[in-house]
Structures are given as structure tokens and as C-alpha cells.
Nanobody
């Protein structure tokens, strides 16, 4: 079991930056791929970024590539999402998630590939 708690959301102007953090409980955190998803009002939850359990490979949605960076610290059981050059279309509730499989090395870009979810944190980018 993994429990996840996000923090760091808020209101920022276009072009600004925010850093989201996800704190995980459980001794097996390092064995899961970790992802960030987001959901805007009236839209489906969409993949944002993923980092594999070994901190080797990372994956990004095209819409955030070059602006967002995902990282993890397995010693601290945290995964962060640094968001730069924010745009109004980045406005959404952001969720941290842990994969269903352990030690996976694939790109898990669908929500049903993740078993554990945080409660979400709101990010609002004003124009």
C-alpha cells in the first residue's frame, strides 16, 4: 500500500513557475513508477509526466515537454514536478500516482495503469 499527499499548488501568473511535491508513505515507494496527471473542469484526467522506479527514464506529455521536469528522491519518499513557463491551459487539479506494477520500465500514460492516487492539488494560471 502507498499513500500519497500532494502539496505546492496555487495561483500563478502566465510565465510563472510552481513546484509540486508528492510525499509517499510505505517502505516500497522506490519500487513504483510515479506519475503526475491533471484534470481540468469538464475534461478527462490526462497524463503529464512519469518517472520510473530507478529514476532513470522519464516521460512527458507533448504539451509540457521542455517546461515541466519530474524528479524523485527515494530516500525521502518524494516525487516532485517543477513547472516553468506556465500557461493558462495548465490550470487543473494535479494528481500524483503510483503505478500498479512494481519495477516496471514501461511508459504508463493511462490512468488505469496507476493504483494509488493522492487527493490532488489545484494549480491556477492567470492570464
Amino acid at each position: 500500500q502507498v499513500q500519497l499527499v500532494e502539496s505546492g499548488g496555487g495561483l500563478v501568473q502566465t510565465g510563472g513557475s510552481l513546484r509540486l511535491s508528492c510525499a509517499a508513505s510505505g517502505r516500497t515507494f522506490s519500487s513504483y513508477a510515479m506519475g503526475w496527471f491533471r484534470q481540468a473542469p469538464g475534461k478527462e484526467r490526462e497524463f503529464v509526466a512519469q518517472i520510473n522506479y530507478s529514476t532513470g527514464n522519464t516521460y512527458y506529455a507533448d504539451s509540457v515537454k521542455g517546461r515541466f521536469t519530474i524528479s524523485r528522491d527515494n530516500a525521502k519518499n518524494t516525487v516532485d514536478l517543477q513547472m516553468n513557463s506556465l500557461k493558462p491551459e495548465d490550470t487543473a487539479v494535479y494528481y500524483c500516482a503510483a503505478s500498479r506494477v512494481k519495477y516496471g520500465t514501461n511508459w504508463y500514460k493511462f490512468a488505469n495503469e496507476y493504483a494509488y492516487w493522492g487527493q490532488g492539488t489545484q494549480v491556477t494560471v492567470s492570464s
